[in-house]
């Protein structure tokens, strides 16, 4: 049989009355609580009994204390002399436990009762909860404009269709904690000054249960979404968080113990929360590009300044293929993704030649809801023009797709070329990029030179069907 027991808390911070009915229904079961933290609360074997609890705010209390202060612990003490024993503390709440019937309660002025939650909402959690809603609602927006600016690129990134989805969870999530203890506060308020009675909280645990499901659903989507370098990049940012955050949590804890002051505790882990983020950050971006390749670990040489792969990866089409000529020094890059509505390859290879490089590229995506296809065709072909910013200056390269006359060349419906459009005299000069149409498949190709009629065939027939 369990001697201890942890549990995942979904009741928010200024529900005292769920918090409290909850515990009385564990002590009727045999759990009594022991310690509280952020997310999970700890509960060791007691004989099933009947127990009253009572969560107090206490203000100027805080996570970094290592030892309760002098005005807090001497309110403990009044407390236990009216037979209240602190069961466990987190940053402002206390909870007392009274075998007593019916125990003396603690607070009995409910103006004061509202004040104390007030109090201690205001000095963390609505802070938190209102720079969360504020970072969501500007992630979202900023994901909005980049799917309103290229819807095909948010579709075939899982990513991009995650945050489409966490962001909004997250923001509704905030505003509802946020607005749902204004309201209460407006209630309660009111109740205390004119009947001189508190108001009975009420948290909203099943809408957190749903947010978080649905957070987990989405994050599961997405990683089963990518590549598989890139699930190792999104698995391995997931435990590197989950560690290095029980790693703060034990500093903590290891200081409060040794009886650090609360203002060396918070300094501490401020600094070290700081350079936890930036050293994350750091090994993403440095996993990222290593990861986005299909062996990052691969081992390459250089050659007139420029890195080559050793055992080049092997790609669907190839400038040796095109060319029929072997080359001695190549280097070629893979990334997949893939989501409920596209699927997307994208396909680079670089030749060292003595006086300068060949570059093939290449991007492959596979419309796999037919109902999209209007959409993304009009996406490729309409989305035009790049814009480039030096500092505070930002320029425009306008160009265009211009039909090519013999699509057939390429075995596809539809095939178009890239133009670059002189602003002064409106020249068009075309460029050796390429859109090709094969039903539910697009393909974007840059290629060094101007391809030939059987060098067009050969990209119809590599890129043209399902690989």
């Excluded at 903590?252 to 113990?257: C, E, T, V």
């Excluded at 320029?395 to 459009?421: C, H, K, L, M, N």
């Excluded at 190709?445 to 990209?459: K, N």
Aim: aromatic residues 14%.
């Amino acid at each position: 049989m369990l001697a201890k027991k942890r549990e995942y808390i979904l009741y928010s911070f200024y529900d005292r009355t769920g918090i409290e009915r909850h515990l009385e229904q564990m002590a009727a079961r045999g759990w009594m609580l022991e310690k509280m933290g952020r997310f999970f609360w700890t509960y060791h074997r007691i004989e099933p009994k009947a127990m009253h609890f009572s969560v107090i705010y206490f203000a100027p209390a805080s996570e970094f204390d290592c030892a309760p202060g002098e005005e807090q612990q001497t309110f403990q003490d009044y407390c236990a002399e009216a037979g209240w024993t602190l069961a466990a503390n987190w940053s402002q709440m206390l909870i007392f436990a009274n075998s007593a019937e019916p125990p003396i309660p603690i607070e009995t002025d409910a103006a004061v009762q509202v004040g104390t939650v007030h109090q201690a909402m205001k000095k963390n959690f609505l802070i938190s909860y209102g720079i969360l809603l504020a970072l969501s609602l500007f992630q979202l927006i900023r994901v909005l404009l980049d799917f309103w600016r290229h819807p095909t690129d948010s579709l075939a990134n899982p990513g991009s269709l995650g945050m489409l989805v966490l962001w909004p969870l997250l923001a509704l999530f905030c505003a509802t904690e946020i607005a749902a203890y204004f309201l209460w506060r407006r209630k309660a308020l009111r109740a205390a000054k004119e009947e001189g009675r508190f108001t009975p909280t009420r948290g909203h645990r099943r809408l957190r249960l749903v947010y978080e499901l649905l957070t987990t659903v989405s994050l599961l989507c997405m990683f089963f979404s990518f590549s598989t370098q890139m699930s190792f990049i999104f698995a391995g940012v997931f435990v590197v968080i989950v560690a290095l955050e029980g790693l703060l949590a034990g500093l903590r804890h290891l200081m409060r113990r040794t009886g650090w002051s609360t203002e060396v505790n918070r300094l501490v882990t401020q600094v070290l929360s700081f350079l936890v983020a930036f050293a994350v950050i750091g090994g993403v971006t440095w996993g990222a590009f290593r990861l986005m390749q299909d062996t990052p670990w691969r081992e390459t040489y250089t050659w007139q300044g420029d890195e080559y792969d050793a055992d080049p990866i092997d790609l669907p089409l190839t400038l040796a293929d095109l060319t029929g000529q072997p080359y001695e020094h190549v280097s070629r890059d893979r990334l997949e993704t893939r989501t409920f509505f596209l699927a997307r390859r994208s396909c680079k290879e670089t030749v060292g030649q003595p006086q300068k490089q060949l570059t093939l590229w290449y991007e492959v995506t596979d419309i796999r809801r037919p109902w999209l296809r209007e959409m993304v065709v009009r996406d490729y072909l309409e989305n035009t023009g790049d814009t480039f910013s030096a500092g505070q200056i930002k320029f425009t390269i306008d160009w265009d797709w211009v039909p090519e006359e013999d699509p057939g060349a390429w075995s596809a419906g539809a095939a178009y070329r890239q133009v670059y459009i002189d602003d002064q005299d409106g020249h068009r000069k075309p460029v050796n990029t390429y859109l090709l149409f094969y039903g539910d498949r697009i393909v974007e190709l840059t290629l060094p030179e101007e391809p030939t009629g059987a060098q067009r065939a050969m990209v119809g027939e590599r890129l043209g069907i399902h690989i």
